[in-house]
């Protein structure tokens, strides 16, 4: 295992770890404020609001705050290894120079936005299904001893099926963000274009197949562009579907139905507008190299 798998793997460990401590938490208060109502109280709308409180703040909030610090050095860690690759690869007597200010502020600029994703994962993935398992719980007349069981079969399943999710997310961002590391250096290298490093094996996908086989050369300033403004993306003043749409536009993943074929069905070139840089679609492996 080299050094960006084990940063990779660290970091699905920070964020498994945590959310599994949150769940356990959000699940040990909301089913002791169950247990602490009194015997001849029935569940109400007032008592699922607080309930939904609860698991919001424990699961939103409070997780973003456990991972914070984490969050930060590893992304420092895979914006400085993006920039030795530009070392690695750069004319000998060519410096990009140190850790600089430049550095740090993108680096501060990625760990604000990925904690605004990370933060926001319940609100947008996960509450919805609590919200109608307790609105399920008025309308049927649940006892409170009947929800804390389904609360508990709900807390379990989200801490199973969650792993796969933080393990795709802590790839994708380690592979972004040491793109963006890349692109930092090329820049300070005063690089004009780069290509891409693709890698073929039986887990390529057509997309980055057929990304190989256009064995394309893209300039360097438009993807600094498109690298300035993701980075201007203010979490503060959005939210979190105009956040996304606003990614979207700027630098979409490419579709399968962008996919162009030969007449062998062999992936031979990609259509319309995409991200000039990987990752291209989930789990991507592609990565850049100066040109």
């Given at each position: 295992?080299?050094?960006?798998?084990?940063?990779?793997?660290?970091?699905?460990?920070?964020?498994?770890?945590?959310?599994?401590?949150?769940?356990?938490?959000?699940?040990?208060?909301?089913?002791?404020?169950?247990?602490?109502?009194?015997?001849?109280?029935?569940?109400?709308?007032?008592?699922?609001?607080?309930?939904?409180?609860?698991?919001?703040?424990?699961?939103?909030?409070?997780f973003a705050a456990?991972?914070?610090?984490?969050?930060?050095?590893?992304?420092?860690?895979?914006?400085?290894?993006?920039?030795?690759?530009?070392?690695?690869?750069?004319?000998?007597?060519?410096?990009?120079?140190?850790?600089?200010?430049?550095?740090?502020?993108?680096?501060?600029?990625?760990?604000?936005?990925?904690?605004?994703?990370?933060?926001?994962?319940?609100?947008?993935?996960?509450?919805?299904?609590?919200?109608?398992?307790?609105?399920?719980?008025?309308?049927?007349?649940?006892?409170?001893?009947?929800?804390?069981?389904?609360?508990?079969?709900?807390?379990?399943?989200l801490a199973n099926?969650?792993?796969?999710?933080?393990?795709?997310?802590?790839?994708?961002?380690?592979?972004?963000?040491?793109?963006?590391?890349?692109?930092?250096?090329?820049?300070?290298?005063?690089?004009?274009?780069?290509?891409?490093?693709?890698?073929?094996?039986?887990?390529?996908?057509d997309i980055c197949?057929?990304?190989?086989?256009?064995?394309?050369?893209?300039?360097?300033?438009?993807?600094?562009?498109?690298?300035?403004?993701?980075?201007?993306?203010?979490?503060?003043?959005?939210?979190?579907?105009?956040?996304?749409?606003?990614?979207?536009?700027?630098?979409?993943?490419?579709?399968?139905?962008?996919?162009?074929?030969?007449?062998?069905?062999?992936?031979?070139?990609?259509?319309?507008?995409?991200?000039?840089?990987?990752?291209?679609?989930?789990?991507?492996?592609?990565?850049?190299?100066?040109?």
């Open positions: 295992m080299n050094y960006y798998d084990q940063l990779m793997l660290e970091y699905y460990r920070v964020l498994n770890n945590a959310w599994k401590t949150e769940i356990r938490d959000a699940a040990r208060l909301a089913i002791q404020m169950l247990s602490d109502m009194p015997r001849a109280e029935k569940l109400n709308q007032s008592s699922i609001d607080k309930l939904m409180s609860i698991i919001n703040t424990r699961l939103g909030d409070d456990l991972v914070n610090e984490p969050t930060k050095a590893i992304i420092d860690r895979c914006v400085r290894l993006g920039l030795k690759d530009t070392q690695v690869q750069a004319p000998t007597k060519t410096s990009i120079g140190l850790w600089g200010i430049e550095d740090q502020h993108l680096s501060s600029t990625i760990r604000k936005q990925q904690l605004f994703w990370i933060g926001n994962h319940f609100e947008a993935d996960v509450r919805q299904n609590f919200a109608d398992t307790l609105s399920k719980a008025i309308e049927q007349g649940y006892t409170k001893e009947m929800l804390t069981d389904t609360l508990k079969d709900q807390f379990n399943d099926r969650s792993s796969h999710y933080w393990q795709g997310l802590a790839e994708h961002t380690a592979l972004r963000i040491r793109e963006f590391g890349r692109l930092q250096g090329y820049k300070k290298a005063k690089a004009k274009y780069y290509k891409l490093v693709v890698i073929l094996d039986d887990r390529t996908s197949r057929a990304l190989a086989a256009q064995d394309k050369i893209y300039p360097l300033n438009d993807a600094l562009e498109v690298m300035d403004n993701l980075m201007a993306l203010d979490t503060k003043s959005n939210s979190l579907d105009d956040a996304r749409e606003y990614i979207k536009a700027l630098a979409p993943w490419i579709k399968d139905d962008q996919i162009e074929y030969d007449s062998e069905m062999n992936p031979v070139g990609v259509s319309g507008a995409h991200t000039p840089f990987p990752p291209f679609h989930w789990k991507c492996r592609t990565t850049t190299v100066v040109y």
